[in-house]
Structure formats: structure tokens, C-alpha cells
């Protein structure tokens, strides 16, 4: 018996697998996937302490050398709602140092961040110029609405689900936005390499989505899907070395398949496979 991050209920549960010793669950009332990870209040403060932005493994190699990439990324994502909404107020939720939000901000947003890293929010005060606040979102308070607000591989990270939506639903000013992008439990490469699919990372990632599950969340919400895709993704060869020697610790046999890799120098921009990346776009009702 487990009780469901989303739907809060108390339900038979049924257990598809374990990783790094935790239950991975679907709920059987609102088929939510969801780690059954014990409740602490420094979840945060732990998995995303400055060696999540530096250490490799499952964070960022070193973040801030992606800075470019990422400012791309924010204009790439701009020029997506360019067809529903002209720029206005966005708040971008899991900031990091601010270069997402600075994509956007040069392409014409008034934004606000917010990221639990002090570090990576002094970072995007001092040398983006940016309106940022170290706070997880659920502690989050402001007195205006936001006309977009941008959650970009965030989600799956929020201890509980269900709160760190109702806030984002308060914080959306009338037929306002969600822009999430995130991972697709349901796609080829997911089912492809079942419990060893990168995103299964606990505790860091919580949760697992699809499309259709983002559209069941949204509604529940007020928020009514009206686009979706799947963004061309690059990522510095740096990342994408330590990414691989992450998930590939204890598969000596794929590593040496992969080590060709270290001729590849660091800062070099390779596409990512990102069939498995998705974004959404919702839209208050
Ligand atoms: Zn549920």
C-alpha cells in the first residue's frame, strides 16, 4: 500500500521495478509513475547542492559552460510561442544560473527565476543581470500573476507533485501559459531499455511523464494542452561524457563501446537523442 504523489490516494499500487533501491510505482487510480522515495525536508538542499552543477555524474558536468547552448534554447523556445502569445511576463521555475531565462529575455520577456542553488542564483543576478530568487518553488511568493511560466526539466524533480502544481496554477495570470518540457516514459528508447532508461534516477528524478499524462495533469489543473513537439537538442560533449560514464558504471562492456567518445573534445556541441524529450504547451481556461 502506497500513497500516490499525484492523486494523493491510498491505493494497491503495482511495483514495476526497483532502482538504486526504490520502488518505481503506477498508481492504479490515475496511472501517475512515481518513486516511492521517504519524505525529507532537505531533499532539495541534498540532491541539488552545488555539486549537482558540478560534480558530473547525474547533474551537470559543468554547468556554466553550457551557458550558450542554453541561452539558445530560451530564443528556440521564444520563436515556439511567437505563434500563440507576444512576450509579457514569464517566471521561469528551476532557473539554474539564469541562461534559459536570458534566451528568453533577449528575445523581448520580462522574466523572474527562481532556483533553490544560492550559488546559481548569484550567478544570475551578477553576471546575467537577472531577476532571480533562491527558493524552491513551493515556498515561492509573489503578488503578480505570469503570463508563461517555463518548466523545463522540472517536474519530474518536485517532491510533491501535486502541491508544486496548484502553485503554478496560482501563480498563472488568466489564459496564461505552461511551457514543460520533460521526459517521455512512453517513448521508443524508454521502452527500449526499460529499467536502465537514463531518467531512472532516483531520488533525484521522482516522477515519470508522456504526453498524455501531461494532459491529464494540466486539466486538473484548468490548463488545457494546445501544442506540443519535440526540441532539437545539443549538449556539450563534456556532459554528454560524464552523462555516459554515469549510466554506464557498472556496463564495462557499453563503455568501451563508448569510449571512442573521449577523442571528442569537450566543448564541441553534439545532438543528443532526444526522441525521448518532449515539450507541452497549456494554456489556462
Ligand atoms: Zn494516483
Known sequence: MFTCKNCQKDRTEEK???KEGYPILDCMQCGHRFADVPYNPA?????YGDDYFEGGEAGYSDYLS???MLIKRGKYYSKVLEKYTSPA???DVGAAAGFLLKGFTESGWQGTGIEPNPKMVQYGRKQLN??????????FESTELFNLISIIQVLPHLYDLNKGLEKLASLTAPEGYWLIETWNKDSKMARFFGKNWHEYSPPSVLHWFSPDSIRF????????VIATGRPSKKIGAGHAKSLINYKLKDKPLLKS????????PDQW???????DLFWVLLRKK
Do not use: C, N, W
Not at 43 to 47: R, T
Not at 130 to 139: G, I, Q
Not at 257 to 264: N, T, W
Open 16 to 18: 514495476k521495478f526497483e
Open 43 to 47: 531533499h532539495v538542499e541534498a540532491v
Open 66 to 68: 553550457e551557458g550558450d
Open 89 to 91: 511576463r514569464i517566471l
Open 130 to 139: 537577472l531577476d532571480m530568487y533562491s527558493t524552491p518553488l513551493e515556498d
Open 217 to 224: 495533469f494540466g486539466a486538473q489543473h484548468g490548463m488545457e
Open 257 to 264: 563501446i563508448f569510449s571512442i567518445s573521449r577523442v571528442i
Open 269 to 275: 556541441e553534439i545532438p543528443y537523442p532526444a526522441e
